[in-house]
């Protein structure tokens, strides 16, 4: 049973940092894309980084490039968020998920439980 694990969210002020982890388990996921994606109260849930597998290569939205980097551990099957100068608006529900088609794209074929990252102003 494929699964992803997020970890790492909580409260921190404006111009704050966190990094946030994805465990990956229960299958191979090397030939898989691995995104972020985040959803706020009220809106509608959106795409933030992605990572592919194989070759490394990243991918950002427009509103977090600069200030989020997507990385992996091969040997830990972890993928990692890394967010630097945190706004309130960065504040929402951020979930691990994985396809093994191109993220972003169609909906992820799996998805973690989410962890909640809180920015106070």
């Known amino acids: 049973q494929a699964q992803l694990v997020e970890s790492g969210g909580g409260l921190v002020q404006a111009g704050g940092s966190l990094r946030l982890s994805c465990a990956a388990s229960?299958?191979?996921?090397?030939?898989?894309?691995i995104g972020w994606f985040r959803q706020a109260p009220g809106k509608e849930r959106e795409f933030v980084a992605a990572i592919r597998w194989t070759s490394g290569s990243t991918y950002y939205a427009d509103s977090v490039k600069g200030r989020f980097t997507i990385s992996r551990d091969n040997a830990k099957n972890t993928v990692y968020l890394q967010m630097i100068s945190l706004k309130p608006e960065d504040t929402a529900v951020y979930y691990c998920?994985?396809?093994?088609?191109?993220?972003?794209?169609?909906?992820?074929?799996?998805w973690g439980q989410g962890t909640q990252v809180t920015v106070s102003a």
């Open positions: 229960g299958r191979s996921f090397s030939a898989y894309d």
């Open positions: 998920a994985a396809d093994p088609g191109v993220i972003p794209g169609r909906p992820p074929r799996y």
